[in-house]
């Protein structure tokens, strides 16, 4: 089976907009995958079965994507896994270890610096793609192939995505929308299919608009998708959900400090009741697990997971980049690149007795005694689902907004609601904390740890005066540990030398934000004029 790469040729945007790969024939990965200009692509949309096939296809985008435009040497962008290793990476709660993520771990990114170019490029090909399966499932429906209910849903699914795109290339190359209530530069919000090269001119025309308008953008893709999707998927929880919408409303309210509008999104999925024991949703029958490891272990099929994006033995992020393989320690077969810092483990807000702290972490124990997170554990065909979003986060961001809105009882109910499933009796709050709001989120930096949330959390709060980071936080570097297993003890945590860590950026910085790739710049003069300041 012949398999076709993308081709670069005098920018990387012209890349990502022409790159659009459509699913087009069966094979037991996903599909074949042909250029959307292939005599194919006309077939792509000719009958449910090739229909569906293409949705797939969109679905691989975000998980395998390409490296340097070589999908042989794909490493997960976006979804798979680099979103998640990005994010952590570019927070204080893991450890790097190697030079592999170093770039991102210590802000010396540059506009040509690949993981960023590779992101940006990445999101964007999803995006494309997500246009092309818009345009050519409203089409089908025109032509009666397919229902126009059934020509919804796909559109549910491929704007679910792109708006899931958009917004992780919000938080890298943006400012966050609480600096001046969203008015900074945002990023080219694609809602057109890009197949031909006058569109790819028209594409070269599109400047950057501001964050608040690419979150009315977002937000209108969601509305769509929570209207038109279903609340199950036959397919599983790597198929977005009318719920997945729903809850990734939650989270991009959020980060605008639309703290009315997350609670209203909350309670659709019944975060505005009373647990009984524990909160469950009307829509999609979300509830947490009794353990804090089974989103994990049985990651997919669970009460608890939302949305993830599906990896499989023969279709995932590989030896570079895939989750087990990052996150995993050397001696239990993976590459021991990403362990846990002492800064998280450590924590006295991380409570003695903590479930997730021995079913979720897991301490290497040959050679140097790093301890590392065991969320993804298939080291041998790295299989494990990328986690996007769960109920563990629904709950936590609508406690966030009623401590926002002053209903600390009911914030606390849902606190306790994630936080006592994992904690001994006699830690657990019977009261509300004197700091509540501190309290939520710390309980974020314990339960998704190693689910690529720390950066994102990181930048909606920068600029937060109680809360916030002003910045990206110093992080710690392995010359500062003994490695004999000794720097993680929070019972009597060690003490670190002040000096040979990575430093802090304040807010004002320019590291604090990525680079648009230099390719791009170049190649479109509006963003020529937009980069973000500090960078050439």
């Excluded at 009741?273 to 997919?300: C, N």
């Excluded at 065909?381 to 401590?403: C, G, Q």
């Excluded at 009796?425 to 309980?443: H, R, S």
Aim: neutral net charge; proline residues 5%; hydrophobic residues 40%.
């Amino acid at each position: 089976m012949k398999r076709i790469r993308y081709t670069f040729n005098r920018s990387a945007i012209i890349a990502l907009l022409a790159a659009a790969m459509l699913a087009t024939s069966s094979c037991s990965k996903y599909t074949e995958l042909e250029p959307i200009n292939s005599p194919s692509e006309n077939s792509a949309f000719q009958s449910p079965s090739s229909i569906e096939l293409a949705m797939q296809g969109v679905y691989e985008a975000a998980a395998v994507g390409s490296y340097n435009g070589d999908k042989a040497a794909a490493r997960g962008y976006p979804f798979g896994a680099a979103a998640i290793e990005q994010d952590e990476m570019r927070g204080e709660d893991m450890l790097n270890i190697q030079l592999f993520y170093a770039i991102t771990y210590e802000g010396t990114y540059t506009t040509s610096s690949a993981n960023n170019v590779n992101m940006w490029t990445a999101l964007y090909a999803l995006i494309n793609q997500a246009n092309v399966m818009i345009r050519g499932v409203q089409a089908a429906a025109s032509n009666g192939i397919i229902t126009a209910e059934v020509a919804a849903a796909y559109e549910g699914e491929a704007r679910f995505l792109r708006a899931l795109a958009h917004h992780e290339l919000l938080i890298h190359f943006s400012f966050p929308y609480a600096d001046n209530n969203g008015s900074k530069p945002g990023v080219p919000y694609r809602e057109k299919a890009i197949t031909s090269q006058a569109d790819v001119a028209e594409g070269l025309t599109m400047g950057r608009g501001t964050v608040a308008e690419a979150y009315t953008k977002l937000l209108a893709d969601l509305d769509y998708a929570e209207t038109n999707l279903p609340a199950t998927q036959p397919k599983g929880l790597s198929r977005a959900t009318k719920g997945a919408a729903i809850a990734l409303k939650t989270r991009i309210k959020q980060h605008m400090g639309d703290w009315d509008g997350v609670i209203a999104e909350g309670a659709k999925l019944g975060t505005d009741k009373q647990p009984a024991p524990h909160f469950t949703s009307p829509i999609g029958g979300y509830t947490l697990t009794a353990s804090p490891e089974t989103p994990f272990t049985s990651f997919k099929n669970n009460t608890e997971s939302v949305f993830s994006i599906a990896n499989g033995p023969i279709a995932n992020g590989g030896t570079n980049g895939a989750l087990p393989s990052m996150f995993g320690p050397a001696d239990k077969g993976a590459r021991g690149l990403v362990a846990t810092s002492p800064i998280l483990y450590n924590a006295a807000f991380w409570v003695e007795g903590d479930l997730r702290r021995t079913l979720l972490q897991i301490k290497q124990v040959v050679g140097e005694k790093y301890t590392f997170n065991y969320k993804y554990r298939d080291y041998v065909n790295k299989t494990d689902y990328a986690p996007i979003i769960r109920y563990a986060e629904v709950l936590l961001n609508v406690a966030e907004a009623y401590v926002k809105k002053g209903n600390t009882a009911q914030a606390l109910l849902l606190l306790n609601d994630v936080r006592n499933r994992s904690v001994p009796a006699d830690k657990q709050f019977t009261t509300a904390p004197a700091d509540l709001m501190l309290a939520v989120l710390q309980e974020r930096r314990i339960e998704f740890a190693g689910e690529g949330r720390r950066w994102p959390d990181l930048h909606r709060l920068a600029l937060d005066a109680t809360y916030g980071s002003n910045g990206i936080p110093a992080k710690m570097k392995i010359g500062q540990m003994k490695l004999d297993g000794s720097d993680y003890n929070n019972v009597t945590p060690p003490t670190f030398p002040t000096t040979g860590g990575v430093k802090a950026y304040a807010y004002t910085e320019f590291q604090f934000l990525w680079p648009i790739p230099a390719d791009e710049v170049a190649a479109n003069p509006l963003l020529r004029e937009q980069q973000n300041e500090g960078y050439k």
